[in-house]
């Protein structure tokens, strides 16, 4: 039997076609306690962040498609495992600290949103007026031995 470059897209198309009967869990846990924020702060953080940060992920279309959806859910996973706004109860004062000073980090070098994600979603993008509220509100954030001393 010869393959031919026939028989190999028979072959590919057969395997994408199997592969979509592969489920995937895209389901989104209920919110327990988002993290508290100026409005503008949280719409900010809600438009560019919670697709992948949070259990308020908006899956799109093509993440019906295998192997799309794979690689959708792991983001999503990783991200929710690095950082998950609608858990946000779950951390303790030191580790908020700690995230709020990684969000600060990560929007001033450009690292977040990722390159990827701004690709397939324009409207996550960063203005520099976004850039300002996040740093500010990152840095008006007190940090735990300021809180502590409230105390």
């Known amino acids: 039997m010869k393959i031919t470059p026939v028989r190999i897209l028979l072959v590919l198309v057969i395997v994408l076609v199997v592969i979509q009967f592969i489920p995937v869990d895209k389901s989104n ?3 327990e306690e988002e993290i508290v924020a100026l409005p503008e702060v949280t719409a900010i953080l809600k438009r560019a962040c919670y697709d992948c940060h949070s259990n308020e992920t908006i899956w799109p279309e093509y993440s ?10 792991w983001d999503v996973r990783e991200g929710r495992k690095e950082l998950n706004f609608s858990t946000w109860n779950r951390y303790s004062p030191k580790k908020r600290h700690k995230i709020i000073k990684e ?16 690709s397939l ?6 203005s520099d007026n976004d850039r300002a509220l996040l740093r500010a509100w990152a840095a008006s954030v007190p940090s735990v ?3 502590e001393n409230d105390h």
């Open 29 to 31: 846990p209920p919110m």
């Open 64 to 73: 019906l498609v295998a192997p799309v959806s794979w690689l959708l859910v």
């Open 103 to 118: 969000i600060r980090e990560e929007v001033e070098e450009g690292e977040m949103p990722p390159w990827f994600y701004l």
């Open 121 to 126: 979603h324009p409207e996550a993008r960063l």
């Open 145 to 147: 031995s300021e809180e």
